[in-house]
Structure formats: C-alpha cells, structure tokens
C-alpha cells in the first residue's frame, strides 16, 4: 500500500517531548509542479529510513532521478517525524542550492538532537538559510497527513492529549534556533 498504516502514523508522528524507543524517520511528501497560478501534483507518499541511509537522503536520491526542468518550477512539501540530523540539513541545503528552480518546505513533529548538541541547531540553521522554510508540524499539519498518507478507514483524526500544548513548546525551540 502507498499509504501508511494508522499504527505506524501514530506511534512515530506523536510529538512527545521525550520520544524513547522512535529510532526510525518517517518522510510523507508531496511534489507538484507550479504552473503560474496554478499547480499539478506530481507524486506523494512515504518513506521511512533504510539500514545504512537516512530517509532525507533517500528522498535526494529519489528526486533527482526525475531529471527535473531546470525551466519549471517544483515545489516539494515533507511531513517529517524526526527533524533532520546534521548530515542530512548539510545534504539538503547542497541540493537545493544545486535546483534553484525548487521549493522545499519541512514540516517536522519533533526535533533531533544527537549527543552533539551543536551540531542539529547549526544544520537547521543552515538549511534555513539555503531555502528551506522550516516549521513544526501543528494539530492542522498532522490532520492533512491523517487524510493524506495514512489508511485511516475513514476515520476522523483525533489529536492525542499534549499535541497543541507540545507544538507550541517545540514551536519556540525551533525559532530560538532559527534567530
């Protein structure tokens, strides 16, 4: 199935402030193409980290076998589980700097700080500065995933309790970070 299971969705999205035992990055996207005022999707779906390779990576990798037109312009929307380590903020600002003709946006559910705390702010500020518009993901975000790449069966998304509170919380991290 292209769609995510709804027990996969909610364990590895839920934006705890402590996230013991989530190890894996979950990457939903939508691509579409700008045509002046309007818009075409082109692709959407998930991707969750392989061994050996960060999902971020993965999706480079993906993207640029498209062999995009350098005369087009493409916008590209992740709803991440995970922000992007150091590595991958590196990987990702190159690319974008290599298609100008792309947008990227990032929405994340919870940021990644390794041991080295230094290193994950500086990277998303990076990232920042090549392009990307960066955010966390708000009840909104994770409602659009919900109907968008999870096999809810029809069912209504119900935020869990400390979703907006933990937002908000993560919200202000991320633009201390950014500043």
Known sequence: SILMQRRLFL???RNLRK??????????YVVKRRDSATSCSLDFGYLR???GCHVEVLFLRYIAAWDLDPGRCYRITWFTSWSPCYDCAQHIASFLRSYP?????IFMARLYFCEDRKAEP???????KAGAQ??????????YCWNTFVENREQTFKG???LHENSVHLARKLRRILL
């Open 49 to 51: 980290n392989q061994m």
């Open 101 to 105: 003709n792309l947008t990227l946006r």
């Open 19 to 28: 996230a013991k035992g989530r190890r894996e990055t979950y990457l939903c």
């Open 122 to 128: 500086e990277g998303l500020r990076r990232l920042h």
């Open 160 to 162: 869990w309790e400390g």
């Open 11 to 13: 364990y590895n999205f």
């Open 134 to 143: 960066i955010a966390i993901m708000t009840f909104k975000d994770f409602f």
